[in-house]
C-alpha cells in the first residue's frame, strides 16, 4: 500500500491520502486520545509523541503536529496509517457517527440568508479547503456576521485569517450583500 503525503498551507499539519476513502462524507477533528474512543486510528495517531491532532477527511487524515519535526514522527503517523488501512478495520468501533452539532444561532428570520450561505460553503468553499487538509463549518449568523469553524490544517494556520477576510468573506459577500464581516470561532 502507498500512502501520498501533501503539505497543506499550514506548516504543522500533513494530509495523508490512503488511496481509498476515509469519512467519505463531512470530517471529523480529534484532539485527545479521549474524544477518539471509537476510532482505533486516530486513538494511535494521537499516542505518538508529538501528535496534537488529527482529522479524517473524506479522503484523507490530516494530523497535526505540536512541537516535534516531520522527519522524526512522520514514518511513524506513516506506519499507523498504513496498517490501519491494509488490515481493513472499520474507522469505528461503534456506529459511525456524525460529529455533534455546535448549537448553530441565527435569528429564524434570517433562515434564507443562512441557506444561502450553507449552501456557498458547501459548493464553493468547503471543496477548497479540504484540498488543503482543513475543513470548515457553519456555525452562526449574527447582525451581519457569519461566524465559522475552521477545522483540520486550516485550525491554527498562519493564512487562515487571510483565507477567511481575503477568500470566504469576500465571496459570502458578493452573493450576499448584507454580510458585513466573517469571523473565526
Not at 470530517?27 to 499516542?47: K, W
Not at 511513524?76 to 491494509?86: C, K, N, T
Not at 435569528?107 to 456557498?120: F, H, N, R
Amino acid at each position: 500500500m502507498f500512502i501520498q503525503t501533501e503539505a497543506t498551507p499550514n506548516p504543522a499539519t500533513l494530509k495523508f491520502l490512503p488511496g481509498q476513502a476515509v469519512l467519505g462524507e463531512g470530517a471529523l477533528e480529534f484532539h485527545s486520545p479521549e474524544s477518539a474512543a471509537e476510532t482505533p486510528l486516530a486513538q494511535a495517531l494521537l499516542s505518538i509523541p508529538g501528535v496534537a491532532s488529527v482529522m479524517y477527511g473524506p479522503d484523507f487524515v490530516s494530523v497535526t503536529k505540536n512541537g516535534a519535526e516531520w522527519p522524526h514522527i512522520k514514518p511513524a503517523v506513516l506506519g499507523v496509517i498504513m496498517e490501519h488501512f491494509s488490515s481493513k478495520a472499520p474507522l469505528f468501533t461503534g456506529e459511525a457517527r456524525a460529529e455533534p452539532p455546535d448549537g448553530e444561532f441565527f435569528d429564524p428570520a434570517d433562515a434564507e440568508t443562512v441557506a444561502t450561505i450553507k449552501q456557498l460553503l458547501e459548493t464553493r468553499v468547503r471543496p477548497a479547503v479540504a484540498g488543503d487538509g482543513g475543513d470548515i463549518t457553519f456555525r452562526g449568523f449574527r447582525d451581519g456576521v457569519v461566524y465559522l469553524k475552521m477545522k483540520g490544517a486550516c485550525s491554527g494556520c498562519p493564512s487562515s485569517t487571510a483565507t477567511l477576510k481575503n477568500g470566504i468573506e469576500n465571496l459570502l459577500r458578493h452573493f450576499v450583500p448584507q454580510i458585513r464581516a466573517v469571523e473565526q470561532i
